[in-house]
């Protein structure tokens, strides 16, 4: 999400926790008042805009309910969006109410869950290594260089650049230069060109599979240096399901509807739940994708049940247009998650 954006979501739910003006909020700084009040504006102009700034300020007023019915009497409000977090961290922390020590992480649209690399996702993640921050390779090269040149050769990349192969058109080109055919090639697809859609389809679902067996040899690599694999689990899990430390509340909009939650810490969390592991699993769906399939038992009932996530990896700026990006989204709302506390919300939005 564009920074305006998230200045914007954490400063709503911050101004109607603390039913008062920016001026009232601890640390924010005029440059983050700028882009809260210029983003305000983008948004008011339009119906979903609109209902973007009411949910976010229906979380803020439904938070601040919950607190003072617990018999506080007033809020003293931080904004700490603007201080940089570790890459490591799994929990961004976003609001601080200083009364009170409770921290508050917000998500607007909380669906994205990640966006990196494939490398970091695939190579870096299994191992729990979340501070890496490279581009790394370009991962269709990379996984599938056979399937890869056979599309680009399907797409006419011969007759259109003068390369035989797409390693020498990205090592002898530069990225603006490329534009011209990843249009053509847009075009071809739009054109349903049988010869281009049945190689690229050989391209996902190569790229699927190669994905998913690197993520699955990188884990069981990592959990075989590692005596005690529930103690090796728990970084990634914390990563995933941002579960940290410390409790706090988790709160902003999730497949459009507003939440607010608790997030109970480690030690808690523990009591109840057992990570039992991870598993990668090639989907098959038109464009490259695998499943993270995240495995947990229930101490107390001994039922075990299942979360997942699903890694998208594709160009965001075009075909053949810089290395592929992986993002991954979430099926499931937090609020539904076996052990969130949710908080009420208020009936009225006034």
Do not use: M
């Given at each position: 999400m564009a920074r305006d954006q998230t200045i914007f979501s954490e400063l709503s739910v911050a101004l109607a926790l603390n039913e008062g003006s920016l001026e009232d909020i601890i640390n924010v700084t005029p440059s983050a008042k700028e882009q809260y009040l210029k983003e305000y504006e983008k948004r008011s102009l339009t119906k979903i805009g609109q209902t973007q700034i009411t949910n976010l300020e229906h979380v803020g007023k439904s938070i601040r309910k919950h607190l003072l019915c617990d018999g506080v009497h007033?809020?003293?409000?931080?904004?700490?969006?603007?201080?940089?977090?570790?890459?490591m961290s799994a929990v961004a922390k976003d609001i601080y109410i200083q009364n009170l020590n409770l921290r508050l992480s917000i998500k607007e649209s909380a669906d994205v869950f990640i966006n990196a690399s494939p490398d970091k996702i695939f190579e870096h993640m299994p191992f729990g290594e979340f501070a890496h921050s490279s581009r790394g390779v370009d991962w269709f090269l990379y996984v599938a260089p056979k399937e890869f040149n056979d599309y680009f050769l399907a797409c006419g990349g011969?007759?259109?650049?003068?390369f035989?192969?797409?390693?020498?058109?990205?090592?002898?080109?530069?990225?603006?230069?490329?534009?011209?055919?990843?249009?053509h090639v847009t075009l071809l697809h739009k054109k349903k060109d049988k010869s281009v859609l049945n190689t690229y389809k050989h391209?996902?679902?190569?790229?699927?599979?190669?994905s998913s067996r690197i993520f699955n040899e990188n884990l069981t690599h990592y959990l075989q240096k590692n005596k005690n694999k529930s103690n090796a689990l728990q970084p990634i899990f914390h990563y995933f399901f941002r579960i940290n430390g410390v409790r706090y509340i988790l709160a902003g909009t999730d497949k459009k509807k507003p939440f607010a939650l608790y997030m109970n810490p480690t030690d808690v969390w523990n009591k109840s739940y057992e990570f039992m592991g991870i598993h990668a699993i090639e989907l098959d769906k038109g464009q490259p994708e695998v499943l993270l399939l995240f495995s947990f038992k229930n101490k107390h009932t001994l039922e075990t049940f299942t979360l997942d996530l699903k890694v998208e990896?594709?160009?965001?700026?075009?075909?053949?247009?810089?290395?592929?990006?992986?993002k991954i989204y979430k099926k499931w709302q937090y609020a539904t998650l076996p052990w969130s506390e949710n908080i009420p919300f208020v009936c009225d939005k006034n």
């Open positions: 007033a809020l003293r409000i931080e904004w700490t969006g603007n201080e940089k977090t570790s890459a011969l007759a259109q650049t003068g035989s192969h797409v390693e020498d058109f990205y090592q002898q080109t530069k990225r603006k230069e490329r534009d011209a055919f990843s249009d391209l996902c679902q190569k790229v699927s599979v190669e990896i594709r160009w965001s700026h075009g075909k053949f247009c810089g290395n592929p990006e992986g």
